[in-house]
C-alpha cells in the first residue's frame, strides 16, 4: 500500500468582515479587503492512491512531534496486516530521529 505524504505549514485562519457577494453573469465573486486574524494553522495530509482517499488533520505548530501524531493516526486507520509504503519529501520535520525511529518501527 502506497501513501503520500505531505504537509502545509502558516495556513493563516482568517474571517472577513463582511460576507461575499455573490456571482453575478459577468462579474466574479467579490470580498472585503479587511479580514480578522486568528492565527495560524498546519495541515498535514496523506493521499492513500488506491481507493483515492485523502486523510488530513490541522496542529496548530509544525514540528515532528505533531507530523509523528499524524502518522499514528493514519497507522490507526489502516488494517495492521498491510505493508505501508510513505513517499516522503525532504523537509526538515521529516528528518529527526523520532520519525526515524517510528519508520523503522
Not at 474571517?15 to 498535514?44: A, I
Amino acid at each position: 500500500m502506497a501513501l503520500c505524504v505531505d504537509e502545509k505549514s502558516q495556513i493563516q485562519a482568517l474571517d472577513r468582515t463582511q460576507p461575499g457577494l455573490p456571482l453575478r453573469p459577468g462579474l466574479p465573486q467579490r470580498r472585503t479587503h479587511d479580514y480578522v486574524r486568528h492565527g495560524t494553522t498546519s495541515l498535514f495530509a496523506s493521499l492513500h492512491t488506491a481507493p483515492r482517499e485523502v486523510f488530513g488533520q490541522c496542529h496548530r505548530r509544525h514540528r515532528s512531534s505533531e507530523f509523528k501524531k499524524f502518522l499514528q493516526a493514519i497507522e490507526r486507520r489502516l488494517p495492521t496486516a498491510l505493508d505501508i509504503h510513505l513517499v516522503l519529501d525532504d523537509y526538515s520535520t521529516h528528518q529527526t530521529a523520532l520519525i526515524d525511529n517510528w519508520l523503522v518501527k
